[in-house]
């Protein structure tokens, strides 16, 4: 299996919750795996220059930091563009590893490949 999706439904409202996310995505793509990040409801904000400077908590890595490795390593995020229209968001302030995808773009990616899922 040389392909991770990691389907990240939490924003900054449980930033533990999404740094181990990060972490999980971050060890994928720095081992050479092409890493999808799916992310859904609050977690679209992510997707956002900028937006996830937090540390969640004492010995926590910034995930700042983890979102620029998960970039340089080659990760990916397909955001929901149900959940940015829901909340607003503007598509313009994206990271540039980020579109805008649902399922469909998601099951396109994966294509006949196996893949390795985790879900936060």
């Known amino acids: 299996m ?33 890493t999808l990040m799916f992310l859904t409801k609050e977690a679209v904000r992510i997707a956002l220059s900028g937006f996830a400077n937090v540390v969640a908590c004492d010995g926590c890595p910034p995930l700042s930091g983890l979102l620029s490795r998960y970039e340089a390593a080659g990760g990916k995020f397909l955001v929901c563009p149900i959940c940015l229209d829901a909340r607003k968001v503007d598509r313009t302030g994206f990271a540039a590893n980020a579109a805008a995808g649902g399922t469909v773009q998601m099951w396109d990616w994966i294509g006949e490949d196996a893949v390795v899922s985790f879900s936060y």
């Open 2 to 34: 040389n392909k991770a999706v990691i389907s990240l439904c939490t924003g900054l409202e449980d930033p533990e919750r999404v740094t181990v996310a990060f972490l999980v995505a971050v060890g994928a793509a720095e081992q050479g795996r092409q």
